[in-house]
């Protein structure tokens, strides 16, 4: 199993970015993914998860209504839309699953500052 994650940077306030979650070695299709994030000094907090076929979504409170999570089972890859993005969303974003065992990708940094 292997996550990989792209799409981070450094965005100005209100602006927006898509992070990619690409997935291998097991039918991602078949599970749920999600969207974890870690600020400094902070604890890992679960950002979205989406089921397998895409029609189920969850969001954390602080990012209902800017965020968006989808995914594209035909290319095994999941996605994360940020917009009006905020300085507290600044964080390393990691994709997560469970295949009989936790899951992590490396991590991609957010930064959102002027």
């Known amino acids: 199993v292997q996550l990989v994650e792209s799409g981070g940077g450094l965005v100005q306030p209100g602006g927006s970015l898509r992070l990619s979650c690409a997935a291998s070695g097991f039918p991602s299709s078949s599970y749920f993914m999600s969207w974890y994030r870690q600020a400094p000094g902070k604890e890992r907090e679960l950002v979205a998860g989406?089921?397998?076929?895409?029609?189920?979504?969850y969001y954390a409170d602080s990012v209902k209504g800017r965020f968006t999570v989808s995914r594209d089972n035909a290319k095994n890859t999941v996605y994360l839309q940020m917009n009006s993005l905020k300085p507290e969303d600044t964080a390393v974003y990691y994709c997560?699953?469970?295949?009989?065992?936790?899951?992590w990708g490396q991590g991609t940094q957010v930064t959102v500052s002027s």
């Open positions: 997560y699953t469970w295949v009989g065992k936790a899951f």
């Open positions: 989406v089921r397998s076929g895409g029609e189920i979504t």
